[in-house]
Structure formats: structure tokens, C-alpha cells
T-cell receptor
Framework: AQSVTQLDSQVPVFEEAPVELRCNYSSSVSVYLFWYVQYPNQGLQLLLKYLSGSTLVKGINGFEAEFNKSQTSFHLRKPSVHISDTAEYFCAVRNSGGYQKVTFGTGTKLQVIP | GAGVSQSPRYKVAKRGQDVALRCDPISGHVSLFWYQQALGQGPEFLTYFQNEAQLDKSGLPSDRFFAERPEGSVSTLKIQRTQQEDSAVYLC??????????????FGPGTRLTVL
């Protein structure tokens, strides 16, 4: 079984400031990791994913995340946020073998303050 | 199509009613998933189809939940005798491959079900 923990339910940040959204996972096997963004009344959109290789992954909208196997973390970062980044962000994990059953965290609401 | 579509977008049901939620995946996508997202929670897996075959239904919370994809494209999630705890957003996702490395799931906008 696998699980995802997003400790911060809400993160307020001023516009143009940097932000880090934390994600920790647990799994007994190797995993793939994902970050999704959900805007109000919309479905989830993939921001970025880690499958293998370089532990620093770059995604859309200027976001990046770093996979840290020893700390079982996959924190999401952006050096300078914009008002349009206000949304809910979900970290997710799936086993690297088998099909694509994905386990999501409970989400972090990013509120960008003008 | 341009993306995954779901209908209706909003559904209000009285407790005990049956509901049917529809998902139109991206054309040609083999895999289709249903998730349930309760208020303030992340999506939770319900069931998975590969073409018309339902390969995993381990996430369905009770036998009142039933999903089908008879022709391997459109899927319907049916909930019988709805209960208040069924109130949630039901998300559908599709992907082109069959669980292969790197395959991306594309999500629809969801159906918000409210059971009174």
C-alpha cells in the first residue's frame, strides 16, 4: 500500500514571493510521483511528474519539484508566484509496476496575496 | 475530442434516488478511471477500465456503486439508492496507454453530486 501526506492544508504567499508545497509519501516499492493543480470548478491538470532519472523535475507554469528518495519527499517549488497560481495542488503517487492506480494527497490550497 | 467531458456537471438527488453519471473520454484512449473527491479531500480511486474490461473495482465503496463501459469508450457510473455520504465530486480520467511508463491521466471537470 502507498500513501501521500501533504501537511499544509493552506499556504498563503504574497505575489512574486517564492513558495514551497510539501509532499511526503510512503511505499514499499519504487514509485512514480506527480503534482496536479485544480482550479475552482475544474478537473485536475498535470503540473509535472517524476518517473526516473534526474531528481529535479520541471513542469508547466514555472513549477519544479525535487524527488528525494532518502527523505521520501517530492516538494513543489516556484521562485515567484503569480495571482493566477491561486489553486489547490495535489501530490500523487503510483507504483512503478502494474497499471496506473494513483493515490492522492489531501491537497494544499495556495492563496496568492496581491 | 478536445478533452474529457462529464455530464451532468451538477446533480442534486433526494436520498434513495438512483443517479447515473456519464464520462466521455478523449477519443482513442484505452484506459478510463473514476475517482471520488469528497469536500476538502483528494480524489480517491473507485474503478479502472481497460477498453470495455473493468480490471479493478476495488475502490467502489459499496454494492450500490456500479460502473460500465460497454463499448470501450463512454462510461457510466451508477449509484443506486443514494445516501448523503455519497455527496462528492466524481472525477473521470482517461489515458492513452495501458499502464505504461509515463502515461498521463487527463481529468474531466467532474460531476458534483449533492444528496439531500
Amino acid at each position: 500500500a502507498q500513501s501521500v501526506t501533504q501537511l499544509d492544508s493552506q499556504v498563503p504567499v504574497f505575489e512574486e514571493a517564492p513558495v514551497e508545497l510539501r509532499c511526503n509519501y510512503s511505499s514499499s516499492v519504487s514509485v512514480y510521483l506527480f503534482w496536479y493543480v485544480q482550479y475552482p470548478n475544474q478537473g485536475l491538470q498535470l503540473l509535472l511528474k517524476y518517473l526516473s532519472g534526474s531528481t529535479l523535475v520541471k513542469g508547466i507554469n514555472g513549477f519544479e519539484a525535487e524527488f528525494n528518495k532518502s527523505q521520501t519527499s517530492f516538494h513543489l517549488r516556484k521562485p515567484s508566484v503569480h495571482i493566477s497560481d491561486t489553486a489547490e495542488y495535489f501530490c500523487a503517487v503510483r507504483n512503478s509496476g502494474g497499471y496506473q492506480k494513483v493515490t492522492f494527497g489531501t491537497g494544499t490550497k495556495l492563496q496568492v496575496i496581491p | 475530442g478536445a478533452g474529457v467531458s462529464q455530464s451532468p456537471r451538477y446533480k442534486v438527488a433526494k436520498r434513495g434516488q438512483d443517479v447515473a453519471l456519464r464520462c466521455d473520454p478523449i477519443s482513442g484512449h484505452v484506459s478510463l478511471f473514476w475517482y471520488q473527491q469528497a469536500l476538502g479531500q483528494g480524489p480517491e480511486f473507485l474503478t479502472y477500465f481497460q477498453n470495455e474490461a473493468q480490471l479493478d473495482k476495488s475502490g467502489l465503496p459499496s454494492d450500490r456503486f456500479f460502473a460500465e463501459r460497454p463499448e470501450g469508450s463512454v462510461s457510466t457510473l451508477k449509484i443506486q439508492r443514494t445516501q448523503q455520504e455519497d455527496s462528492a465530486v466524481y472525477l473521470c480520467a482517461s489515458s492513452s496507454n495501458q499502464g505504461l511508463v509515463g502515461d498521463t491521466q487527463y481529468f474531466g471537470p467532474g460531476t458534483r453530486l449533492t444528496v439531500l
